[in-house]
């Protein structure tokens, strides 16, 4: 058995836990980018270092609040657009194809095309808005900016699979419901969410993850800013 999965085994071990076996051996060296063969063992020393720098605890808190505050915000809007397209709409297959396209484009493109949507003055947002504000260079806006690019990129992932979680819901048990007179927030509440839990779950962890390692991202709209 472990003859037959040695082809697929060995591109996973060379390509994958060998550089991340090799990336945590030099984080206990003085490693640095201009000298990655000429180093010595310093132990925990650059460990001390990064919990001793404020920097990176300004770092931390704002990433953790961008995948939070993504990974909820981008699991309300789908599953409000999943329970759209599970209803017999005209144009439902339209629909779906339409929202899919955040999900089909590089994260470089996406970067650059709210970086326009944002631009302080030839920006569409201060056109509808009729203000000339600099988004990603102001502190107190460039958060909730890129907060919502990324829940536009995210969400049509999450909708997708919601909406697979909800045709798979037996309909028996919405017409049960009905005809014990539960109206339609109670059969959300107490068949909708409790059958849609697994997928919940399973969902809302892969987001999280997701959105930690979007790095491409938020570097093209904000180049590591503002400031």
């Given amino acids: 058995m472990w003859l037959l999965m040695l082809p697929a085994l060995v591109p996973v071990l060379l390509f994958s836990v060998g550089p991340l076996l090799y990336g945590i051996g030099l984080a206990f060296t003085d490693a640095r980018n201009t000298r990655v063969h000429e180093t010595s063992f310093v132990g925990l020393e650059n460990f001390t270092d990064l919990l001793a720098d404020d920097d990176f605890w ?12 993504v990974t909820v915000l981008q699991f309300v809007a789908a599953l409000g657009l999943a329970l759209l397209l599970n209803q017999n709409l005209r144009f439902r297959g339209v629909a779906r194809v339409l929202a899919v396209v955040p999900w ?15 631009h302080p003055d030839a920006g569409i947002l201060n056109d509808l808005l009729g203000t000339e504000v600099n988004w990603l260079a102001d502190f107190s806006l460039a958060l909730p900016a890129i907060i919502v690019v990324g829940v536009w990129t995210g969400m049509p992932q999450t909708t997708i699979v919601l909406l697979a979680g909800l045709q798979n ?22 068949i909708t969410l409790p059958q849609l839990r697994p997928v919940i779950v399973a969902i809302t962890s ?11 991202l938020v570097y093209v709209l904000t180049q590591g800013g503002p400031g």
């Fill in 58 to 69: 300004a770092s931390f808190r704002i990433g953790a609040i961008w995948a939070v505050s």
């Fill in 104 to 118: 089909a484009m590089p994260p470089v493109v996406i970067g650059l095309m709210w970086k326009l949507v944002y």
């Fill in 206 to 216: 892969l987001d999280f993850v997701w959105n930690i390692n979007q790095f491409g």
């Fill in 169 to 190: 819901v037996p309909k028996e048990l919405y017409e049960a419901g009905e005809m014990d007179g539960a109206g339609r927030w109670r059969r959300f509440w107490n």
